[in-house]
Nanobody, 120 residues
Framework: QVQLVESGGGLVQPGGSLRLSCAAS????????MGWYRQSLGKERELVST???????RYADSVKGRFTISRDSAKNTVYLQMNSLKPEDTAVYYC??????????????WGQGTQVTVSS
């Protein structure tokens, strides 16, 4: 069984920064993509950013130039550096990983979510 544990959320003023972390643990053989999604009240969950095993990245248009995703493969950890935060970035942020274990081949795992609130 694989678990994703997120940290780093909180309350920040507009223009401020936060760094989210997500660590995967369990019987992991390999991790393919890792990424961050978010869901705000009354809206569907949306992709924020994804990072692939070769280090290539993808971002939602709304966060390009402000957010940076990175990963430490040795630690099975993905990060999301969020700068120039706006009130519309307020949401619950979820970590996602596509993993392979000793008993199951390639499936998606989700974290429990961490709240990010941008408000003055």
């Amino acid at each position: 069984q694989v678990q994703l544990v997120e940290s780093g959320g909180g309350l920040v003023q507009p223009g401020g920064s936060l760094r989210l972390s997500c660590a995967a643990s369990g019987s992991i053989v390999s991790i393919n993509t890792m990424g961050w999604y978010r869901q705000s009240l009354g809206k569907e969950r949306e992709l924020v950013s994804t990072i692939f095993t070769d280090g290539s990245t993808r971002y939602a248009d709304s966060v390009k130039g402000r957010f940076t995703i990175s990963r430490d493969s040795a630690k099975n950890t993905v990060y999301l550096q969020m700068n120039s935060l706006k009130p519309e970035d307020t949401a619950v942020y979820y970590c996602n990983a596509n993993v392979q274990t000793y008993v199951r081949t390639w499936y998606d795992v989700w974290g429990q979510g961490t709240q990010v609130t941008v408000s003055s």
